[in-house]
């Protein structure tokens, strides 16, 4: 037999393939006359039938494994074969480390620990950076401004392994359940996505020394990301010692791979590392590189056959081959059970990998430390201007659920806006609330007081704010309703903006007297919004310009209006957004000859990222309209649920407490009628007990079941209800004071509020 | 005008029995009168707002996504058209040639204030490629933008971000052409680079590319 003998696992090749066949064909490569044991856990995993094996090993799926003695059934077969292990998975690599083995050829356990995800210490040695990230117990609205602030370009990442890109708050709760499915109570966290060329390094380093590297530029890349085809080039010199001196530091042995992104400023960013060789492995032994043939012979003193470039690029393609007779595809699924399109996992995993997850990390593995009462409950801080308000209007005569104002908290974010008006900026800013996003009179009245103006969307909304005082002379009417002047009394607004062509018309051929200002929404830019006069080709773009050239009264000033979410966005995105707005904007200026004298930008900022964006966006935003519309005298902002959404808290109670497996769940008397958006953003939610103790809820697995009958009304989740929580105990919801009031609802309560 | 298809290899060597050197100077002398589209305006409003509005999403389509021509191949796909080319045309055509598209990219460059020059290029494919364009361009002015198994491309100039060089941006299949093959199918035989006073790149000089140093407004062989 062979001096060499290496029992090799995970060689599945799918479209999300292993690395199992790509080790064997680089031995073989090395070694012609290699010993080579491939090991999977299922006859479908379809490198095991070709021809690079010389054996085959099929273990039982990995959720029906005695892990134990199977890793004594390892370590026997390689002593039997006086041989080596090359496992082809993180999470195998990580289990067997546990307790090493010198024929085992992976890193020490010490070092799955001291380069833990998010790898802020692998960041340290090497020349790269870790991009933002979050914990995902750092409590919900924590998360979510984080989100928010990038764009909602993130990704929800498991300890290990598992990474889910989210685009919103329901994603990052289906995204938490999962990874807390697989992995228990261990630590997740949101990272920020890096947009760039993606750059993967595989190295191969024995006890500290580096064998060797690669480095893959994807060409071809599966819908998974993964490679299909690439060209394999060198490491950069930088990146070349400091790999070196971290496997050095970290005396490492077996392959490796770091996935970094290298964005357009040329910095490279670690997203991902690997305890053992990538798939792609053999692509870079036909560039010359075969890494697993130096680990081996650094293992074992023999040497291998030098590579040969057979080329730079490899390809992979899609092979049928016998399977062997020896290992036969287990019978097809029930009828039940099968679909045309077998399940992602099922496909890439055909050996049941997800099971030694959650043997290791999930309910299974946590099962001697999940029960509740040894959980301790994380202290989260509350604010105490928050708390005394809440002191002061809580108590038992409160009746339940209950919006509760905090007059202290709302006058915050009118201040804000009131600021920003009053600073040095090269155009008149004009904030206006907007009404719809919550129609109370105190938030009116404090509106006025601070020197808003109103925006509103139907005439009821004007005739509302003209009783609160706001003269028509200081409201902009926004559609889509087109208006109907006769409403008003005849009485001019300050703005009105047409949501369409024929709306534009319309108020061109009532002539001046309407409004000051009239103008047209537009489309935002590229994002299929359902709002505004769409510009997305030069026909509707030539109809639009010569609509504002030949039918707009003279004598009426000029605006054009556009509106995204920021909060959907992410201010970044807002912001180009905004640009792009302005760009067409002076097109339509230029190709209508009409100066626009007005420009509304919208609003949708969140409580917490408006101030931030008054301080360090506004101001350069409103030089760049200046600069480009140089006829604009008012820009337009819109904040509603930046200015209104800490106005109220609602105030609910504690029906009852169920304790389930491992979790606790709450039922409140207040529900989704009170709380319509509970699933699309996130609130602070706190506790006060009978005692007037103040706990803010976070960090933890329970969550709070609404009142009534419907199954998605679930109030929050994500908390850890402390186990003094008793019946009767008030629950707070903080950010209840924009469209969670306006949009409230009469429902299960016995009758309709006429 | 390639659309940038890969296909396997057949036949001889392309080079009809010439050197691979000679079959490129024998291209280059065949192509060397064709000149790179100017899209025209009429005298009227329509040409007017049709480069506008294209101006505008240009800028528009830089601020949103930082990059200005990929918007222009999800709107234009690749073909045959008739020439001349005016303004008012060309925004509500389908499809477009190679030259057309590279004109408008130039546009585009131009509206956000980049340097930009039109670069003609000769890439080598197979008798049995350029057989099947010389077919597909039958009713729309015949073969005159191929020679041999070579074929005449339009590509752009762009400055490269940290170095003095140029990038040359394929606009047609969406790449940059720094790691397009020097040798094979679908390899670069040829470029020239136009350059005058308007591209703002300095008229005249030599550009680096790749290692090599292009002579602006010159044939220069490229390949391997």
Excluded at chain 1, 249 to 273: R, S
Excluded at chain 1, 611 to 626: C, E, K, S, W, Y
Excluded at chain 2, 26 to 54: M, Y
Aim: proline share 6%; charged share 20%.
């Amino acid at each position: 037999m062979s001096s060499i003998r290496v029992i090799i696992s995970c060689c599945h090749t799918g479209p999300n393939p292993a690395p199992g066949l790509g080790l064997a064909r680089s031995l073989k490569a090395g070694y012609p006359d290699s010993f080579l044991v491939g090991k999977d856990h299922s006859t479908q995993a379809s490198g095991l039938h070709t021809e690079f094996f010389d054996e085959v090993w099929v273990a039982r799926p990995w959720g029906e494994l005695h892990l134990v003695d199977h890793r004594a059934q390892i370590i026997a077969r390689l002593e039997e074969l006086d041989g080596y292990y090359l496992p082809g998975s993180d999470l195998e690599a990580r289990w067997l480390a546990e307790e090493s083995h010198p024929r085992i050829l992976i890193p020490g356990i010490d070092i799955f620990r001291r380069t833990a995800k998010p790898f802020e210490k692998v960041a340290e040695i090497l020349p790269v950076r870790v991009p933002a990230f979050i914990g995902l117990d750092a409590g919900d609205r924590e998360v979510y401004n984080f989100a928010v602030d990038h764009g909602w370009k993130v990704w929800a990442k498991g300890p290990v392994m598992d990474a889910y890109r989210v685009f919103n708050w329901t994603g990052i709760q289906q995204a938490r359940h999962s990874l807390a499915a697989c992995w228990g109570q261990q630590s997740f966290f949101l990272q920020k996505h890096i947009t760039g060329t993606e750059v993967m390094l595989a190295f191969a380093a024995y006890q500290g020394h580096l064998l060797g590297t690669a480095v893959v530029d994807k060409r071809l890349v599966t819908s998974e990301g993964k490679c299909w085809s690439g060209e394999i080039t060198t490491a950069s010199p930088e990146l070349l010692n400091a790999v070196a001196l971290l496997v050095r530091e970290l005396h490492w042995t077996g392959g490796g791979e770091l996935e970094l992104v290298k964005d357009e400023a040329g910095i490279l960013w670690l997203i991902d590392w690997n305890y053992r060789f990538p798939a792609w492995i053999h692509g870079a032994t036909i560039g010359g590189i075969n890494l697993p043939a130096l680990l081996i012979a650094a293992a074992s003193g023999v040497q291998p056959v030098p590579p040969r470039c057979a080329s730079r690029q490899f390809t992979r393609v899609v092979l049928e081959i016998p399977v062997l007779s020896s290992i036969p595809l287990p019978a097809p699924p029930p009828a039940a059970r099968s679909t045309n399109v077998p399940s992602k996992l099922s496909a890439s995993n055909p050996s049941g990998l997800p099971a030694l997850m959650q043997r290791l990390f999930g309910p299974e593995g946590r099962e001697a430390t999940s029960q509740h009462s040894d959980r301790p409950a994380r202290v989260a801080r509350v604010d105490s201007a928050f708390a005394q308000a809440i002191r002061e209007h809580v108590g038992p005569s409160l009746q339940t659920p209950a919006r509760v104002f905090l007059p202290k908290i709302a006058e915050v974010g009118f201040r804000q806006a009131q600021a920003a008006a009053a600073m040095d900026l090269p155009v008149r800013l004009t904030p206006t609330y907007s009404v719809k996003t919550n129609p109370d009179r105190r938030l009116l009245v404090m509106a006025r007081a601070h020197g808003l103006r109103a925006e509103v969307i139907s005439t009821g909304e004007a005739r509302w704010a003209r009783e609160l005082g706001f003269s028509l002379g200081e409201t902009i009417y926004n559609g889509p309703v087109p208006l109907n002047p006769a409403e008003l009394d005849g009485e001019e607004l300050s703005a009105v903006f047409a949501d369409s062509l024929e709306s534009f018309h319309g108020l061109c051929d009532r002539g001046p007297g309407v409004a000051k200002t009239v103008g047209m929404r537009l489309n935002a830019f590229d994002t299929g919004s359902r709002f505004g006069l769409r510009l997305g080709s030069a026909y509707r773009f030539g109809i639009v310009a010569n609509a504002i050239r030949d039918r707009l009264p003279r004598g009426v000033r000029f605006g054009v209006h556009s509106h995204l979410q920021s909060s959907v966005t992410g201010v970044a995105e807002w912001l180009a957004q905004a640009r792009a707005f302005v760009e067409m904007a002076s097109s339509l200026e230029f190709a209508s000859g009409r100066p626009i004298q007005m420009l509304d930008l919208g609003g949708g900022w969140t409580s917490e990222s408006f101030g931030p964006f008054l301080r360090d966006h506004l101001p350069g935003l409103v030089a760049h309209v200046h600069r480009r519309l140089p006829h604009v005298e008012d820009v337009v902002i819109e904040p509603g649920k930046a200015v209104c959404e800490q106005s109220h808290v609602l105030v609910s109670r504690i029906l009852e407490i169920r304790r389930t497996d491992w979790i606790r769940e709450v039922v409140a008397d207040a529900c989704l009628a009170e709380m319509p958006l509970a699933g699309y953003f996130p609130r602070e939610v706190y506790l006060l007990t009978a005692g007037g103790n103040l706990h803010r809820l976070v960090d933890g697995f329970d969550r709070i079941l609404g009142r009534v009958c419907m199954e998605h009304d679930i109030l929050a989740g994500g908390l850890n209800i402390p186990p003094d929580a008793e019946v009767g105990d008030w629950l707070v919801f903080s950010h209840a004071g924009a469209y969670e009031a306006s949009m409230r609802y009469t429902f299960g309560v016995g009758g309709f509020h006429e | 005008m390639n659309n940038g298809l890969v296909m396997k290899c057949v036949g001889n060597n392309g080079h009809g029995g010439a050197s691979p050197r000679a079959a490129i100077e024998q291209a280059i002398v065949k192509l060397d009168g064709l000149r790179p589209t100017v899209i025209e305006s009429h005298p009227g409003r329509c040409c007017l707002l049709a480069r506008e509005w294209f101006c505008a999403q240009s800028r528009a389509h830089h601020e949103v996504s930082g990059l200005p021509a990929p918007w222009l191949r999800e709107r234009w796909m690749w073909g045959p058209q008739h020439h001349p080319d005016y303004w008012c045309e060309v925004v509500e055509r389908t499809t477009i040639d190679c030259s057309a598209l590279a004109a408008l990219t130039c546009e585009s460059l131009r509206a956000i204030g980049e340097p930009v020059a039109t670069v003609q290029m000769i890439e080598h494919f197979d008798p049995s490629t350029v057989q099947n364009w010389a077919h597909y361009w039958r009713e729309h002015g015949g073969a005159y933008w191929l020679s041999g198994s070579t074929s005449y491309h339009v590509a752009v100039a762009v400055r490269a971000l940290g170095s003095p060089g140029i990038r040359i941006w394929n606009p047609t299949v969406e790449c940059f052409s720094e790691q397009r093959p020097l040798a094979g199918y679908g390899s670069i035989a040829a470029v020239r680079m136009l350059v005058d006073a308007d591209s703002g790149l300095a008229p005249g000089g030599a550009f680096a590319w790749r290692g090599l140093h292009l002579r602006a407004n010159d044939w220069n062989i490229v390949s391997l």
